[in-house]
């Protein structure tokens, strides 16, 4: 058996081709952590290179010491990790102080995860308690309709949250807290990474401007979905305003409260 027959990675690597054929990752763009359970690091052990080098991470995150994560490499393209998984993607352990890493499998040709491992980390950090344990995913990608609306709407986690819950009856089920906006900042950095994880705590998906999103969840499924229909209620907002006329109608805010009073969900107020 190979290592890409484990369910584990079935599922990873076919977020990583949905998400290239969906168009949000061209060239290098865009990058993925998942945060594996003791079973999947166990099924993945024999695989495991013996005795590398520690890599300083640069930030500590004390309560992921310990854990194991699959990482996109950094500089990798997501359209290769199917056909080339051992070259593309690694392992990485996290040491016992939570400062290091080190690659246990995979990137054969040389390589380091992601350039945006610090906000991967830190956003998972933060994931970690606010979830109790139960979220697992980091997945940033380039979504161009979202990527479109941070040059047209003001830059508020009030302004984005509201126009992709109205722009589609049922966003307002699937992303209930709506969505945090982070403004233009470099990538790869720790100042982005620190600002995003501080948003992590009341958002599961972050809109950097000018550059993507940052979803978080449980599962594979649930993160991909979250991506997809923030990004659709997006491209939904901009085929509208491209017809010209403006927004002659929408969803009204007592009409959003309505929706998660039927499916049970609690919306953020502050907001409405
Ligand atoms: O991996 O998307 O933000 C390339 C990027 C960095
Ligand atoms: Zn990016």
Known sequence: MSIAELEVMKGYIRLCDDGFKMGWHERNGGNFTYRMTANEVDACRPFFYPNREWTSIGITV??????????????????????????????VEINREGNAYRIVWGLVHGGVP?????????????????????????????????????????????????????????????????????????????????????????????????????????????????????????????????CGQGIRQTITDDELRQVAKAFGVTLNEKFL
Do not use: Q
């Open 114 to 242: 992601t350039s945006e491992f610090p906000s991967h980390l830190l956003n998972h950090s933060v994931k970690k308690v606010t979830t109790n344990n139960l979220y697992r995913i980091i997945y940033h990608a380039h979504t161009p309709n979202v990527i479109a609306l941070t040059f047209v709407l003001p830059l508020t986690a009030r302004d984005f949250s509201r126009v992709l819950w109205k722009s589609m009856t049922e966003c307002p089920i699937v992303f209930p807290a709506g969505v945090g906006v982070v403004p233009w900042m470099i990538p790869g950095g720790t100042d982005i990474a620190i600002a995003s994880s501080e948003l992590m705590k009341e958002y599961d998906t972050i809109i950097w401007a000018h550059h993507g999103i940052f979803c978080s969840g449980p599962d594979f499924d649930t993160t991909f979905g979250l991506m997809h229909t923030i990004e659709k209620s997006a491209e939904i907002y901009i085929k509208a305003l491209s």
């Open 62 to 91: 004390g309560n992921l010491a310990g854990e194991y994560f699959i990482s996109t490499g950094s500089g990798k393209f997501m359209r290769n990790i199917a056909d080339n998984i051992d070259d593309t993607i690694c392992i």
